[in-house]
């Protein structure tokens, strides 16, 4: 089964029609995005971009051939321009399936916004799924196995594929392809980059891509070190790149502080921010949760690990860090070093950046100071990705 993207944006298209935004005033070139629209196999038409014959025939392709044309758009969707000649564009009701004249089989699914979805499944058995704008499936039921592609709305609806990836709709070899794309994110760099951190990837409009080919299915790293200092935006972009799959076990390495109302307003705003489906430990023994078979953990964050380590060997004080402490420090980071280069999780780790320059004024603060760094490099040197995070910008530092 082959797939022409005719569009891959937002209803509105990117940029957006007078739009002064960053991110519309670099949506260039390949970046630039009509409203999303499917070709399958030249019969099927899901969706409709602006001008769609001039679409089909910038990507070598023609839709003479099209007898079903199918909208999965709210009625608010974009404005419909059906070229003369293709058959009436209809929506189907929930639940029903349509057989094409091309041997295409179509099955209307609910989703949780309004709009439909669509599976389509070649004669030859190959399956897809296309999401509308802004939506989930409504409920998944039991699943036929993971389909060989999916197309959806992955930044705006992250939860949508971590559902798909539970109910084993989308595993390891599905190709998730982002569509209805929008200015919320800076095309080019930054796009690719979040979108291969979900295990899913965006291409330009006029791309035919083969349902079933998964030689551009993303490597998901194991391993990540996301660093940043105060409120650099570190958390949320370490909390980004795994709200995409299910049942992530949150390590909150801080405990809690009885009495401290802003700590507890600190944990909850963190909390709200979490998907529902991920589960909290309250912990700062890491290395067991890093041995154990499990979902993916993130660890927020490794600078409160290495205070409650330091209070555990009296590293604060200068004659027991001579006399002892130092060696016990290093144990510990050496069996979490170790942890974390042995483990068959995924795992992302937030650090705080504090090498910057500042001095601070006691021998237990540049203690600190020193030991963070020389365990962030450690970890550092165990992790496929690292990034910095400086105002809300993620930077890679490898491989991201």
């Given at each position: 089964?082959e797939?022409?993207?005719?569009?891959?944006?937002?209803?509105d298209?990117?940029?957006?029609?007078d739009?002064p935004?960053a991110?519309?005033?670099?949506?260039?070139?390949d970046?630039?995005?009509?409203?999303?629209?499917?070709?399958?196999d030249?019969?099927?038409?899901?969706?409709l971009?602006p001008?769609?014959?001039?679409?089909?025939?910038?990507?070598?392709?023609?839709?003479?051939?099209?007898?079903?044309?199918?909208?999965?758009?709210p009625?608010?969707?974009p404005?419909?321009?059906?070229?003369?000649?293709?058959?009436?564009?209809?929506?189907?009701?929930d639940g029903?399936?349509?057989?094409v004249?091309?041997?295409?089989?179509?099955?209307?699914l609910?989703?949780?916004?309004?709009?439909?979805?669509?599976?389509?499944?070649?004669?030859?058995?190959?399956?897809?799924l296309?999401?509308?704008?802004?939506?989930?499936?409504?409920?998944?039921?039991?699943m036929?196995?993971p389909?060989?592609?999916?197309?959806l709305?992955?930044?705006d609806?992250?939860d949508?594929?971590?559902?798909?990836?539970?109910?084993?709709?989308?595993g390891p070899?599905?190709?998730?392809?982002?569509?209805?794309?929008?200015?919320d994110?800076?095309?080019?760099?930054?796009?690719h980059?979040?979108?291969?951190?979900?295990?899913a990837?965006?291409?330009?409009?006029?791309?035919?891509?083969?349902?079933?080919?998964?030689?551009?299915?993303?490597?998901?790293?194991?391993?990540?070190?996301?660093?940043?200092?105060?409120?650099?935006?570190?958390?949320v972009?370490a909390?980004r790149?795994?709200?995409?799959?299910?049942?992530?076990?949150?390590v909150?390495?801080?405990?809690?502080?009885?009495g401290?109302?802003?700590?507890?307003a600190?944990?909850?705003?963190h909390?709200?921010?979490?998907?529902?489906?991920w589960r909290?430990?309250?912990?700062?023994?890491l290395?067991?949760?890093?041995?154990?078979?499990?979902?993916?953990?993130?660890?927020?964050c490794?600078a409160?690990?290495?205070?409650h380590?330091?209070?555990?060997?009296?590293?604060?004080?200068?004659?027991?860090?001579?006399?002892?402490?130092?060696?016990?420090?290093?144990?510990?980071?050496?069996?979490?070093?170790?942890?974390?280069?042995?483990?068959?999780r995924?795992?992302v780790?937030?650090s705080?950046?504090v090498g910057?320059?500042?001095?601070?004024?006691?021998?237990?603060?540049?203690?600190?100071?020193?030991e963070?760094?020389?365990?962030?490099?450690?970890?550092g040197?165990?992790?496929?990705?690292?990034?910095l995070?400086?105002?809300g910008?993620?930077?890679?530092?490898?491989?991201?």
């Amino acid at each position: 089964m082959e797939l022409t993207l005719l569009g891959t944006g937002a209803p509105d298209g990117l940029p957006r029609p007078d739009c002064p935004c960053a991110a519309c005033a670099t949506a260039t070139g390949d970046e630039a995005r009509a409203a999303t629209a499917l070709l399958v196999d030249g019969a099927l038409l899901l969706d409709l971009t602006p001008g769609p014959a001039f679409a089909a025939a910038r990507a070598g392709r023609s839709i003479a051939g099209v007898r079903q044309v199918l909208l999965s758009h709210p009625h608010d969707g974009p404005a419909l321009e059906l070229p003369a000649g293709l058959p009436a564009a209809v929506r189907v009701p929930d639940g029903r399936e349509l057989s094409v004249i091309s041997g295409h089989r179509v099955r209307a699914l609910a989703v949780d916004a309004p709009g439909t979805g669509y599976e389509v499944t070649s004669a030859d058995g190959e399956r897809l799924l296309y999401l509308p704008p802004g939506a989930a499936l409504a409920g998944l039921g039991t699943m036929a196995g993971p389909y060989d592609m999916v197309l959806l709305d992955v930044l705006d609806r992250p939860d949508a594929l971590a559902r798909l990836r539970e109910a084993g709709a989308a595993g390891p070899t599905t190709d998730v392809i982002a569509v209805h794309l929008d200015h919320d994110v800076p095309p080019g760099r930054e796009l690719h980059r979040r979108l291969a951190a979900a295990g899913a990837r965006a291409v330009p409009d006029g791309t035919t891509l083969v349902v079933g080919d998964y030689r551009e299915v993303p490597d998901l790293p194991r391993r990540t070190l996301v660093l940043g200092g105060a409120r650099s935006g570190k958390s949320v972009e370490a909390e980004r790149r795994l709200e995409s799959f299910p049942e992530v076990l949150y390590v909150a390495t801080g405990g809690t502080r009885e009495g401290d109302r802003d700590w507890a307003a600190r944990v909850a705003l963190h909390r709200e921010r979490r998907p529902g489906s991920w589960r909290t430990a309250e912990t700062c023994d890491l290395v067991p949760l890093l041995a154990e078979e499990g979902p993916p953990l993130l660890v927020d964050c490794l600078a409160l690990w290495l205070t409650h380590a330091m209070d555990s060997v009296g590293a604060w004080d200068d004659a027991t860090w001579a006399d002892g402490g130092r060696d016990a420090l290093a144990a510990r980071t050496a069996d979490l070093v170790a942890a974390v280069r042995a483990t068959r999780r995924t795992v992302v780790l937030v650090s705080n950046e504090v090498g910057s320059g500042v001095v601070p004024a006691t021998s237990s603060g540049r203690r600190f100071r020193d030991e963070l760094g020389r365990l962030n490099a450690a970890i550092g040197d165990e992790c496929e990705h690292i990034l910095l995070v400086v105002a809300g910008q993620a930077l890679p530092l490898r491989g991201a």
